[in-house]
Each structure stands twice: as C-alpha cells, then as structure tokens.
C-alpha cells in the first residue's frame, strides 16, 4: 500500500544525471548512482528483444510467486 | 576558425554533465562553439547545422562520446577538449568510494537491495523501459525524462497502479516524498499539507511559500503534465490523493494541475467528493467559482493555493508576505525607460501565471507559450512588444540543460534585453533549491551589468525568488546580491506580477 511508504526513509537508486545523486547523498539520502548506458549498446532491435525477455521473466516470476 | 574534435568510443556521460561542461567551455577565450556530446540523432543534427559534422562520426553510436570544438586556432580548441577531459575525469570518480558504480539498475539494485525509489532521468526513448524494470522489482519511480510517448506513459502507470506504486512523470521535475527532495525540489520543513500536483514549478513555488509563511508539508507528488489529460485518466492523481487521504499525518490535501479533461474531472470530483479532509483545488487557468461549487476550496494563483493551505492547516489566517500597500510602496516612484514588459523565466507555470494576470492590462502580450488570449512569438529569439518567455520550454532547451540549471543563454537574453530601448520593465524568476544552480542571481545580475554598461540605460527590474531559507543556495544572500544590484525582490511570482501591473498602469 502507498499509504504504508509514507514516513518511511527514501533510499534511491539513480538512472541518469549524475548530479540528483550527488544532491541527494549531500542530504544524507542513501543513493547508488548507477553508471547508465544505453542497453545494447544502442542497438534498438536487440534493446526490443532484451525488454521483452524481461518482461516475460517478471511475468514468469510473479506467476511462481502467485503458486 | 578551425575545428577540432576527439571521439571516446563507448564513453557514457548523461546529457546535463555534457551540456553544462560544453557551456563552461564555450566561455574560455578564443571559443566560438562546442559540442560534447553522445552520438545521438540531435547531437549530430547539431553538428551538421554548426558546419561542425567530420566524416570521422560516420557510424557511432550514442554510446560514443563526440568533443567537438570550434576556436581561432587549433592550439585554443586542442586546449580546450583537454579541458572538457578534465572536467569529464572528474565527473566519473565515485565520490567517497573507490568502488566503481555499478552499470545497470539490476546492479545498483544489488548494492542497495532495500532501495524505494528509483529517479529516472536517461534519454526518453529508454526511461519506459527503466520504469517497468523497477516497479516490477517493488520499486517507487520518479521520471524525470521526458520524450516518453503518452502510450508508453499510460502502459506505465497502469503497472503502477496495479502495484500500488508511484510514478511521478514523466517529465516530472519535483517532488519532496517522506521529507526527501528529487530533482528539483526545495528545502520544506515537514508539515500536514499533502500535494498532488501536474506541475514541476507550480509545486515548488507553493512548497517554498508554505515553507515561508511557517507551515509544513507531509508529501509533495508530482505526476507528469499529462496525467489529468483524458488518455491517462488522471491514474497518479487518484492513486496519490487516496493515500494521502488514509495518510493520517496529512491534514489538507492540495491539487494542482491545469483544468483536466471534462471525463477525468468527473471522476476526480467523485472521488475527491468522498474524502472528508480539506482539499484546495488550484486548477490552472480554471474558474474558481465553479470549483468551489462542487465544495472545495479555490485558489486563485499559486500564492493563494499555498496562504489556503496553511489557513485550513492550522486554523489560523495566513496574509501575503508583502502587503498590497507594500507592493504599491515598492512601485511608487518607479519610471519605465522603454514602453514595454519582457518577463524571462525559467518556470514554465510562473510564466503562464505571468500571462495570465497581466495579459487583461496590456492587450496584446506575446510568448512562445501562450495562454489563451495571448500571441505566439513569431521569433522566439527576438522580443517586440510586451513579451513573456518561458525560456525552459523545447525552444530553448533542445540540446542545452534547462536554464534552472544553466544560466547561459538566459543570461545573453538578459543583456539584450537591457540593452533594447523598447524595454522598459524586465522581469524574472530565481528558483532556488536542489538541483538548480548554486548562484542564478549573481549570473543574472553580471549580465544585467554587461547590458546597461553596453547600452548605456537602465530599465526597471524585477525578480521574484521561488525558494527557502534551507535552501543550498543562501536564499538571503542571493536576495541581497538582486537588490544591490538596483533589483526590486518579491517572495512570490504574483507579487512580482502586481508590482509590475502597477507600473505598467501608471506608465500606460
């Protein structure tokens, strides 16, 4: 539930500027900043293929989760 | 001129550090232009329209880094990528540890397996796929980027919301969530006001004067500009107002969004209907009186939505922090050297709100967003008239960081605008707070001095500072270096806006 995440400290993973998570671990938020690339090395077809297989992995798992 | 360039094959920096740095060095003597960038389609359409382009960026990829520079001589431009080097050098050290950052959400996940909350600011074409990955790993999104499709933005949310997730954007700028800034957001002490808003400065301004006027907040969640649009539904909005209303520290609950799409208003009106605690509505542009017809309370601007709040938060009246009769005290006397208004901001919703109040004085008032009733900009570059420009809009930010961020090009605006004889009353706006710039009102008033030495004239000025005294930036300290420059400060963007109908009515 939403409501349940309020009051709770926000820790972050960070995708992108790298200057949010400086920000953030300046307020002593506990941040990864993760060193983002464009998957596959920017090629769109194998990206299409790599978002589907995970996809049906999440899909796989929440199935055996739901068992 | 010659030009220079350096190729990084599979160099990855995000595009805020490449423009910031690219603008840095643009500035060093002897350099016309730069372009650091990732090999994207619009870095190198850039290229190509800058005479920039080389026959060796044939075939790169947007994971290759392009440093490409135009100077008087080959020794400044090879100087010059050194530079930029340098500074890229220093951007990738891990602050504070020797372990180097992990390259894939699922990594960073690994290292922080409790982390809530994943920000997503990477190119839009890859953030819808970011977003999936964490909500299906239980995980908060705020998303930054923009350029997602409004498909893949309802695709999103309704994963969200059937995990009970958030996902504030895209292009969502600001939130405070469980007391914690993101992106850009300021400094708020902890209240009982819970914020629901469709819009990044509106947000921040109405945190920030809530802030100022004593009173606190529990949460500020932004949604995306689109949310409330017929396709979305309004999916976040009534996901985050229903746990703000079960959320039992927060006593009123605040909207703000422009007038959302005749459906989704219905559905909102419903279910804001079965709340019992106190709700100011601040629908953009909208008529109150319809709005306090179906029971809530109507904020006329954003100063309004946040003296409510604070009313019904507390049980007590809250006043403007400057009284009409100071905004006509700070206008007395006040001369317009040149007929016409020019309003430069870096808000998009301070800019709107801007039009909104002063484009019924003026008449014919222009922007290169116009509300109903005003004019587009035929040259969004060049004023004529009364003009009122959100210089953070696509217009000016294709390829350049936005200029809360990046003062550069507000700054060249700045000093042209001085400089026009027709310009008579210049405004702005200041936005404090993280993730904006450590010193606006200094960048602004160098440039400000550049123009009126170059011009020899000195046009009334005005700022508005969006932002708290526990923001990172020294809120006193950038008020008092905009008033020692000659610059008349307001607390708010609408009492900016009546000083300035004041001296446009007597000048008229």
């Known amino acids: ?42 090629n769109k077809k194998i990206q299409a293929l790599l978002t589907k297989v995970a996809n049906w992995q999440s899909k796989v798992k929440s199935a055996k989760g739901a068992r | 001129m010659v030009v220079s360039f350096i190729i990084k094959k599979q160099t990855y920096f995000d595009s805020v550090t490449l423009m910031l740095i690219g603008s840095q060095v643009k500035k060093l003597p002897g350099i016309d232009n730069t372009v650091v960038g990732m090999c994207t389609d619009y870095n190198i359409d850039s290229l190509k329209r800058l005479s920039m382009y080389q026959s060796a960026f044939d075939g790169l990829t947007p994971n290759d880094l392009i440093i490409c520079i135009r100077a008087s001589d080959k020794k400044t431009a090879d100087a010059a990528i ?7 050098a220093s951007r990738k050290k891990p602050s504070g540890s020797a372990e180097l950052p992990p390259s894939s959400q699922e990594d960073a996940a690994a290292r922080l397996p409790d982390a809530n909350m994943v920000l997503i600011s990477v190119p839009g074409e890859y953030a819808a796929a970011e977003t999936e990955k964490a909500l299906n790993a239980g995980r908060h999104v705020m998303l930054f980027s923009d350029n997602v499709s409004i498909e893949e933005e309802l695709r999103i ?8 997730l958030l996902v504030m954007g895209p292009d969502c700028g600001t939130a405070i969530i469980n007391g914690t800034p993101l992106a850009f957001a300021n400094a708020v002490r902890p209240g009982n006001i819970g914020l629901v808003a469709a819009s990044g400065t509106g947000l921040q301004e109405v945190t920030s004067t809530i802030h100022r006027l004593g009173c606190g907040i529990t949460q500020a969640i932004g949604v995306g500009g689109r949310d409330l649009s017929e396709k979305i539904g309004g999916k976040m909005t009534l996901m985050a107002t229903r746990a703000l209303a079960e959320d039992p ?6 909207l703000l969004s422009k007038p959302p799409a005749e459906s989704v208003l219905k559905t909102l009106y419903a279910e804001l209907k079965g709340i019992s605690k106190k709700i100011v509505i601040y629908f953009i542009g909208a008529d109150p009186k319809a709005i306090e017809a179906e029971g809530f309370v109507a904020a006329n601007n954003l100063e309004d939505a946040a003296i409510k709040a604070c009313d019904l938060s507390t049980d007590k009246q809250h ?19 040149g007929r016409f208004l020019r309003g430069l901001y870096s808000g998009g919703t301070l ?23 005003c004019k587009k900009m035929s040259d969004v570059y060049s004023s004529t ?39 008579g009353l210049i405004l702005f706006d200041v936005v404090l707070g993280y993730g904006s710039h450590l010193d606006m009102a200094g960048e602004m008033v160098e440039a400000i001095k550049n123009g009126c030495k170059k011009a020899n004239r000195q046009p009334l000025l005005a700022a508005c500072i969006c932002g708290t005294h526990e923001d990172p930036q020294n809120y006193e300290q950038q008020k008092t270096t905009l008033e020692k420059a000659g610059i008349k400060v307001f607390p708010t963007n609408v009492a900016m806006v009546k000083f300035a109908q004041l001296c446009l009515e007597r000048n008229k």
């Open chain 2, 319 to 337: 006043k403007p922090e400057l009284s009409e009769a100071q905004i006509a005290e700070a206008a007395a006397g006040c001369k317009m050297t």
């Open chain 2, 82 to 88: 050194t530079e930029v080097e340098k500074r890229l």
């Open chain 1, 1 to 42: 539930m939403l409501k349940d995440f309020f009051g709770k400290k926000v820790k972050v993973i960070n995708l992108g500027i790298a200057s949010f998570a400086d920000d953030l671990r300046k307020q002593g938020v506990e941040t990864v900043h993760t060193d983002w690339r464009p998957p596959a090395g920017g």
């Open chain 2, 157 to 164: 949310k309704t994963l969200g919301v059937s995990k009970e």
């Open chain 2, 249 to 254: 520290a927060t006593r009123v609950i605040v």
């Open chain 2, 385 to 423: 008239g009364h003009c009122i420009i959100d210089l953070g809009d696509d217009d000016f930010t294709r390829g350049k960081a936005h200029p809360m961020i990046d003062p550069a090009y507000r700054a060249e605006r700045i000093e042209k605008e001085v400089a026009d004889p027709d310009a």
């Open chain 2, 351 to 373: 800019c709107d709100e801007a039009q909104r109040i002063l484009q019924p004085l003026v008449g014919e008032l222009s922007s290169n967003t116009p509300i109903k009733g």
